[in-house]
């Protein structure tokens, strides 16, 4: 390092080609900000952790205050608070109309999250089948394929606000039905 900042000073100070400035400057900010770069994603990954755990806490502090039930709290807040990223990209895609990028996001997050949970929750241990599964796994499945029909089906390729506000009312419902049961 100290030898890249000597010939940094001597470019500077007696003249040499500029083109080696540029090389000698170009290397100095790579010194210089690749270190940064990996202390920024250790700090950001160590953050993420934090507010990740900080979320759980105040969500579980709030069933416990309104002495309501969990999945309340997990349908709402923590999944939200899961799919800001995915929201935040397909606000993106629709408003450069990239609607490939939408659809690709929103079919490829689900399968990866449903596979990313299974995966780590079997490798802890067997998971238990139960109703409520049943139901939110036949829900997933029904609008997955009423998705496929929308896209495929109609105007090619195309999802159409009626379709769209189609699907979000179904997930209204959805979330209506499963707090109604919960109570």
């Known amino acids: 390092n100290s030898h890249m900042v000597e010939r940094y000073v001597d470019a500077i100070f007696f003249g040499t080609h500029w083109k080696t400035f540029v090389l000698l400057y170009a290397q100095l900010i790579y010194i210089i900000c690749v270190p940064i770069v990996y202390i920024l994603f250790i700090i950001g990954f160590v953050l993420l952790i934090k507010w990740a755990d900080l979320l759980i806490d105040g969500s579980s502090a709030l069933v ?67 109703p409520t599964t049943n139901r939110d796994i036949l829900f997933t499945l029904f609008i997955s394929a009423l998705l496929f029909l929308f896209v495929f089906l109609g105007k090619k390729y195309v999802l159409q606000k009626y379709q769209w506000l189609i699907l979000v009312l179904l997930y209204v419902a959805y979330i209506c039905v499963i707090l109604i049961v919960s109570l």
């Open 64 to 130: 416990r205050k309104f002495h309501s039930s969990d999945i309340i709290i997990w349908l709402t807040i923590v999944a939200f608070g899961t799919s800001v990223l995915e929201l935040a990209t397909l606000i993106v895609a629709f408003m450069k109309k990239e609607s490939d990028i939408a659809i690709g996001n929103i079919i490829g997050s689900n399968i990866f999250n449903v596979l990313r949970v299974l995966w780590i929750s079997s490798t802890i241990g067997p998971i238990a089948q139960s």
